[in-house]
């Protein structure tokens, strides 16, 4: 199905993320899955596993030989020579949220050609809710359009953020989380970040900015910027890297405050 449009994509990627979503439901409501941590501090359950496996076995029949980047296969493959068409996918986004009884756990695929975001789905199964996006054909969740907000001041602007698992490295990210609280309207630390990324697109949310890993956020980054929401980073992007798929310091926001919210991050550093 190499040759399959945009469109076609989108509504493949929707229904196997939304078939991910059930499996994740009927999970929880066993209380069945094992927990274990990765490299000692990040929790993956057997459920993780599962819907990733799954996942990849639909995307095989439909997509047979396009290359995958996933968080519980193969999270070593390289960023600096990535697939010409490349499945970025994250089975449970919140992984504790969804161990925890939280809301906020969504499934994520997205897609790359060429290095460009062009595909992107993030179904939230306790929310009710699928976000989705192709290049060119708009921004929607649950099939109707969305945007992002009308926010033109630091002020009133409701900013979202996330920290590593490794608690070591969080003190160096205090300056820009102080910052933020104190020039903003607020900060707000939901547990996913493509659904975070999501909720600016459709206006619930004015910012958010992270480092995180691909899988996290290439979905919903295609999904912000269709939506009409500014995405970038706050470092530069190597040049051997597709900005679509570097995951170090990303800045999500409404259009209008884009610039005074990067001034004021950068800034904290110093």
Request: aromatic share 6%; with cysteine; glycine share 6%.
């Amino acid at each position: 199905m190499a040759n399959v449009s945009l469109e076609e994509r989108l509504a493949l990627a929707i229904s196997i993320a939304e078939e991910a979503g059930q499996m994740i439901r009927h999970a929880r409501d066993q209380q069945s899955f094992s927990q274990r941590l990765k490299a000692g501090i990040e929790l993956v359950t057997d459920v993780d596993v599962a819907v990733d496996k799954l996942i990849s076995e639909r995307l095989d029949v439909h997509f047979p030989g396009e290359a995958r980047l996933s968080e519980e296969l193969s999270p070593e493959q390289a960023l600096h020579n990535p697939a010409e068409q490349l499945w970025v996918v994250d089975p449970i986004d919140g992984t504790v949220n969804f161990a925890q009884g939280l809301r906020h756990v969504a499934v994520s695929i997205g897609w790359i050609e060429q290095g460009v975001g062009k595909v992107g789905v993030v179904h939230a199964p306790f929310l009710n809710e699928t976000f989705s996006a192709a290049q060119g054909l708009g921004a929607f969740c649950n099939q109707r359009p969305i945007a992002p907000s009308h926010a033109v001041s630091l002020d009133n602007t409701l900013v979202a953020t996330g920290f590593p698992y490794d608690k070591a490295a969080r003190k160096a990210l205090l300056p820009r989380l102080e910052a933020a609280l104190t020039h903003c309207q607020d900060v707000r630390r939901n547990g996913s970040a493509a659904l975070d990324i999501c909720d600016v697109a459709c206006g619930r949310l004015d910012a958010y900015y992270e480092t995180v890993s691909p899988w996290d956020f290439v979905a919903g980054w295609v999904i912000a910027r269709e939506a009409g929401a500014r995405v970038g980073h706050l470092v530069n992007v190597p040049k051997e890297v597709p900005a679509d798929l570097y995951p170090e310091q990303l800045l999500i926001t409404t259009p209008k405050v884009y610039d005074a919210m990067a001034k004021l991050l950068k800034e904290s550093d110093r």
